[in-house]
């Protein structure tokens, strides 16, 4: 077998095994994610959004990347690709965005009111680069160069935008809660739980970086094998031995973003990790012990029961609270009417605290 035989059936295997990889990793996500109604909030209602988008990419990347011979099979993975490859990277936007409002303006992001809106501004942007693409196929002659335009240019520079926003929110978002941390030598509940939401959004960019590079060096560089009214593959007949190496680029590091933000769900989602072991058919280990994620979020979901929204009033009117935003308390967190004896209304400090703490990590700061 010539070497450029030897090329082509090498990256087409690699790029099997990287399809089956990723959509492995992605199905587990979405499972556990099913599992975990229980803790179910607006947020995880995201994260699941941007992990289904994430799914399609992975289930269309043998055919939308190989020449099958099945034209098309080629479009409609390219279709599919062209969609789920941007609206996952834009809802994770949508993530970090989030997180980083909340850390900035000390206060809960209503996800739930405003989930559609977002949602659809993400899929309309997807839907307007696919557009272009299948008109480029309907009309080889009239609009065939639309198929470069929406993929070496909008969708290109989209995800490339997409991870640069990620990164300046995130470094931004790790900055204010570095600042926000106080100066003594251990740090209080709240400022735990800002560095564990901190910490979560951290590796996104980074996963969604390492595997763009591949596809974003193969298109830059070679651009893409186009057949007009045929789609269009990363799967030319020759191949040089440098373009055979970008290929490898672009097959290997496209799990990455599966693989990685399972393990981010599975490490920082509280619970996350044993929900997986028992879906996987394997023992979930009985040590009693509990992350500080997952002590956060039950300190959050206990403050639901102590906390004194009448108390909260009185410190804002106090100018005690000013950090805060109080405004439809009730409508953001369900809190009784009435603080047990163990929460003193005069502790502004401690009352202050519990109530950031709970708005992070109850599941209401991002519902």
């Not at 099997?16 to 109604?37: D, P």
């Not at 789920?84 to 900035?104: D, E, K, P």
């Not at 109530?355 to 990590?361: A, I």
Request: aromatic share 12%.
């Amino acid at each position: 077998m010539t070497s450029l035989g030897t090329h082509r059936g090498t990256f087409q295997a690699i790029c099997l095994l990287a399809t089956i990889i990723a959509s492995i990793a992605s199905s587990i996500n979405l499972a556990v994610l099913s599992l975990l109604h229980r803790q179910w909030n607006a947020y995880l209602s995201l994260v699941t959004m941007m992990t289904f988008f994430q799914f399609l990419y992975d289930i269309s990347f043998f055919s939308g990347l190989v020449n099958t011979g099945v034209p098309n099979l080629t479009i409609t993975s390219n279709v599919v690709q062209l969609f789920s490859g941007l609206t996952s990277s834009l809802t994770s936007n949508l993530v970090a965005f989030i997180a980083f409002y909340v850390i900035y303006f000390k206060r809960a992001f209503n996800i739930k009111k405003h989930f559609v809106a977002m949602m659809t501004t993400v899929v309309v942007v997807a839907v307007i680069d696919v557009v272009l693409y299948i008109m480029s196929q309907a009309d080889p002659n009239k609009f065939g160069s639309l198929t470069h335009f929406s993929v070496l240019k909008l969708y290109y520079y989209i995800k490339l935008i997409s991870i640069v926003v990620n990164f300046v929110l995130v470094i931004w978002t790790a900055f204010l809660t570095r600042r926000m941390n106080s100066r003594a030598g251990s740090r209080s509940k709240s400022e735990s739980s800002l560095n564990a939401l901190s910490l979560r959004l951290f590796f996104y960019p980074i996963v969604q970086l390492i595997s763009r590079s591949g596809c974003a060096w193969y298109e830059q560089a070679y651009g893409i094998d186009y057949h007009r009214g045929k789609g269009f593959t990363f799967d030319p007949p020759h191949t040089s031995n440098l373009q055979f190496t970008a290929q490898l680029a672009a097959s290997l590091t496209m799990p990455i973003a599966s693989v990685g933000y399972l393990i981010i769900f599975l490490v920082m989602q509280p619970k996350a990790y044993a929900k997986c072991r028992r879906l996987l058919g394997l023992s979930t280990p009985q040590t009693g012990k509990t992350t500080s994620v997952d002590n956060h979020v039950e300190l959050g979901e206990e403050m639901n029961a102590h906390l004194d929204p009448q108390a909260l009033q009185s410190q804002e009117e106090d100018g005690e609270a000013e950090d805060y935003d109080f405004e439809d308390v009730d409508d953001q967190v369900s809190l009784p009417r009435s603080a047990p004896a163990s929460v003193d209304g005069s502790d502004h400090q401690t009352q202050r605290e519990l109530f950031h703490v709970n708005l992070l990590h109850s599941g209401h700061v991002l519902s």
